[in-house]
């Protein structure tokens, strides 16, 4: 793996948590939509660092949904529980971005972040032992 890649890699991981921690932020001063966003990002970054480790990329959220799932769901590497999640994530953060008069209950979305926490953190074990074996 070229050392470009193992870079860009890491920051994408650096990313994930970052955007864990905002997430958090954002949810504890009452911006519902913006957790939910930053909870997606969290995963797509996570997602796309490991990604790369297998030498695949998209410019496109949708590439990256897809490529996730026939690479790494669909293959048993990645457990078909986190696919759904990434899907829900995907979806809401659609919602909460760009159409008109969505709310989210902070109530229904509190426990995705530990949800989105597990996520993160069990492809972050995964990006670590590709990055390891190369």
Do not use: P
Not at 10 to 35: H, Q, V
Not at 36 to 52: D, E, G, M, P
Request: proline fraction near 0%; charged fraction near 30%; aromatic fraction near 14%.
């Amino acid at each position: 793996m070229k050392e470009e890649t193992k870079t860009l890699v890491g920051y994408r991981l650096e990313r994930a948590k970052e955007s864990l921690e905002e997430a958090k932020i954002l949810f504890d001063g009452g911006y519902a939509n913006t957790f939910v966003n930053r909870l997606y990002y969290a995963c797509f970054y996570v997602v796309s660092a490991l990604l790369l480790t297998k030498g695949f990329s998209s410019a496109k959220h949708s590439g990256i949904r897809s490529l996730f799932h026939q690479n790494l769901v669909k293959t048993g590497l990645v457990d078909m529980e986190f696919g759904l999640l990434y899907d829900k994530l995907f979806d809401n953060r659609q919602k909460s971005d760009y159409a008109d008069l969505v709310r989210f209950d902070s109530g229904e979305v509190r426990h995705w972040y530990d949800e989105a926490k597990s996520f993160v953190g069990s492809l972050e074990i995964l990006v670590k032992r590709e990055l390891n074996a190369k």
